[in-house]
């Protein structure tokens, strides 16, 4: 099991604003960084460090972190958000890198 | 842009070898620690292993420690997993990554290579 805990599956009704959480202890010393995949397409990344997006990520992507857990919030979900988004970060031991069991987003 | 192409990714009997590389362009590749990421079909993200720019450092995860070597060359800018010893549970798709060590993430993916480990 990962040391990072996500909810395997959310849904949001288009347009609306869904957070997806991810929460582990390491968290309350690092920062997560979060991941989109889409099907038969390689990840990408929408958010990192504190809450920065790289170029090219819309604005509606957010991120925020309160103690153990990370946050990646959607404002105004579209369609083409439907994908898996998963969490990185370090382990406990702050040794090593992992990744979060990931979250299946469903835009209703 | 920036483009991470993998390959040598194919199908293996239990306790075979491989090795996969990366073909790095669009980047200043000898700046950049570089990783291996994998995925097992229909499973998440699985962090295999880091290496630092001037291959100073590796790392590695407890699942693969003492089984796979990573290594690049910076003339090159190529990446390398040789996978040893490998088990029915390395079957995945391997992802070449670049990382951002200073805040740990991952901002270049390429498309991955397929590695069946199968008799």
């Known amino acids: 099991s990962s040391e990072l805990t996500q909810d395997p599956a959310v849904s949001v009704a288009l347009g609306q604003t869904v957070r997806i959480t991810c929460q582990g202890d390491s968290l309350r010393t690092f920062y997560a960084s979060w991941y989109q995949q889409k099907p038969g397409q390689a990840p990408i990344l929408v958010i990192y460090g504190q809450n920065n997006r790289p170029s090219g990520i819309p604005d509606r992507f957010s991120g925020s972190n309160s103690g153990n857990t990370a946050s990646l919030t959607i404002t105004g979900a579209q369609t083409e958000d439907e994908a898996d988004y998963f969490c990185?970060?370090?382990?406990?031991?702050?040794?090593?890198?992992?990744f979060g069991g990931g979250t299946k987003l469903t835009v209703l | 842009q920036v483009q991470l192409v993998e390959s040598g990714g194919d199908l293996v009997q239990p306790g075979g070898s491989l090795r996969l590389s990366c073909a790095a362009s669009g980047i200043n590749f000898s700046d950049y620690f570089m990783s291996w990421i994998r995925q097992a079909p229909g499973k998440g993200l699985d962090w295999v292993s880091y290496i630092s720019s001037s291959s100073d450092y590796t790392n590695y995860a407890d699942s693969v420690k003492g089984r796979f070597t990573i290594s690049r060359d910076n003339a090159k800018n190529s990446l390398y997993l040789q996978m040893n010893s490998l088990r029915a549970e390395d079957t995945a798709v391997y992802y070449c990554v670049s990382l951002k060590y200073d805040l740990d993430y991952f901002d270049y993916w390429g498309q991955g290579t397929l590695v069946t480990v199968s008799s």
């Open positions: 990185n970060s370090r382990d406990s031991s702050g040794l090593h890198l992992v």
